[in-house]
């Protein structure tokens, strides 16, 4: 691995102290120009044959999965879906927490690291901030068609309608559209910001034509001068000033819709730093996973490097360990608070597998045992291996694991919603959730929209 050269200290007996030697974040001494020319080479050639082998199937499974699948709902009706009123919520609030999570590693990447001045980030920055945008608009598919008639998901923003019907404030739902507005308009922004400088470089390059004259309008002019670059880098500070609560706030917000009610699971205190946690750990897991393919397609070894892949391994590390914290503290929690409850939901809805724990406390196995044990391996046991450095560097590990923890964190999001509302208090009302075929194929389509946009 290149490092830099340093010349080492001694001290006054003339004894030479170790140097610590930092690995670059750009190998092989690379030029600005070889940069520039690498970035643009994306735009500027043609595609790589690799890249049409994975975006034509990605955009035929958008457009079969989401075009398709919305259609039949919307014709039909949202009782295609696997819901039922016993179970109101299944696969499409699950899919709108598991995407809106995965989109807020791109704004920590931007913003909290812009801030805490780590220059690692500015290799993978804009891919972080596209991923973001494009998994918001994946995440704000689910809710808008969840409501049954989309045509009307209008009355949901707080403007005045002929009905004179105003909104709900005191609804966590209503909490959510401002939230997801709000984080989708400031990263939209921020990341459009960001690119003004690369735009107006790329407008440079191309010849005249209409693609100079779109590039030149997005550009907005941009020259480099020192004027604009004074002025440049204190919006781009003050959107990071602003986008860096946004990333602690909005899940916290998304959160609420579970944390303020009264359903067993849901009512606890730990929910919003617990989302917040578990958003960044699945984010970056994300960002890994189509990084890694990304480098390799477009041959970007130099620019993202094995330091890249380390650092965000060590993030995931973290918060996935912070996740691990937050499930002991939910059986703690329910355990100790001695709500009957509590204690029943997590015992036999969750965890009660066939083998230990339905054995261990003669009760019977519990409906989702699976889910719940698979939430826990995935998210809990596989970050752990990148305790070791040498699995850190291992590109193989490091993409399987971060397929885990992608599984792992939408079993989350299913156990949280499914295991909590499917079994309530009155025995009556207790039903079993099966997702649709319409379920599976809306949700397969979501991941091909969002990998044929960042293609």
Known sequence: ?????????????????????????????????????????????RQPFLWWLLFIPCSLIALIGVGGGLTYLVSTGVGVWGMSNRVFWGWDITNFVFWFGIGHAGTLISAVLFLTRQNWRTSINRAAEAM??????????????????????????????????????????????FAVSTYFTISLIFWFLGMVPDLATIRDRCKPGIRKMLYGIFALGWRGGNRQWSHYEMAYLLLAALSTPLVLSVHSVVSFDFATSVVPGWHTTIFPPYFVAGAIFGGFAMVLTIMIPARFIYGLQDMITAKHIDVMCKIILLTGSLVGYAYCMEFFTAAYSGNPYETWLFLRNRMADPYIFSKLYNVPVAPYWWAYWLMMSLNVISPQIFWWPKMRYNLWVVMAVCMCVNAGMWFERFVIIVTSIHRDFIPGSWGMYSPTWVDIWTFTGTFGLFLALFL
Not at 8 to 26: F, S
Not at 156 to 162: F, W
């Open 1 to 45: 691995m290149a490092a830099t050269t340093e010349t080492a200290p001694q001290t006054e007996t003339g004894v030479k102290l170790p140097v610590l030697k930092r690995e670059k974040l750009i190998l092989n001494d690379r030029s600005y120009h070889w940069i520039t020319d690498r970035i643009c080479g994306i735009i500027e050639n």
């Open 132 to 177: 973001t945008i494009f998994a918001v608009i994946c995440a704000g598919i689910f809710p808008a068609f969840h409501i049954g008639r989309v045509w009307y998901a209008w009355f949901l923003a707080p403007i005045p309608n002929a009905n004179a019907i105003w909104q709900n404030f005191k609804s966590p739902l209503l909490w959510d559209v």
